[in-house]
């Protein structure tokens, strides 16, 4: 979600932090692990949100780097290197960074549906139990979400 090693790193350990500090308010009405990585995610989150917006000029292409079509197709995204080009990887790895940086943009609840459908790559039904929604709360979310960061994204192509 955060897309740096070591700020991951970092998000884990206040993670275990808080939820040893929180031991005594855990209800035990659901799995102990889907607890902590609640709240892992909502770590995560603040993290991101506290970023400052970067803008990465895309060299190749003249602009702001991705192709509205290809940057909306998330799948795309998890998708292992086709070619070992480093200037591929490169746009590759820039079109990324521009896709969490509009992720991080979003506004909530929207932000923590896609983030955890795609990056944390939990199934709809996980979200919804992750959350505490209902699972068609959920798909609303998410497509609302996606409007709003294609929204964004073709506008920084413009």
Known sequence: MLGDLHEAEDAAQESFVIAYRSLGSWRADGPFGAWIRRIAVRVAIRRAGRRRPTVRLDPVMGGFGSDPAESAGFERLA???????????????????????????????????????????????????ETGRPLGTVKTHLHRGLLRLRTQLDGAVR
Do not use: N
């Open 79 to 129: 998708a292992p290197a086709a070619s070992s080009d480093p200037a591929a990887m490169s746009i590759r790895a820039e079109r990324a960074a521009d896709i969490r940086t509009a992720v991080d943009r979003l506004g909530e609840p929207y932000r923590e549906v896609v983030a955890l459908r795609f990056f944390g790559e939990l199934s709809l039904a996980e979200i919804a139990a």
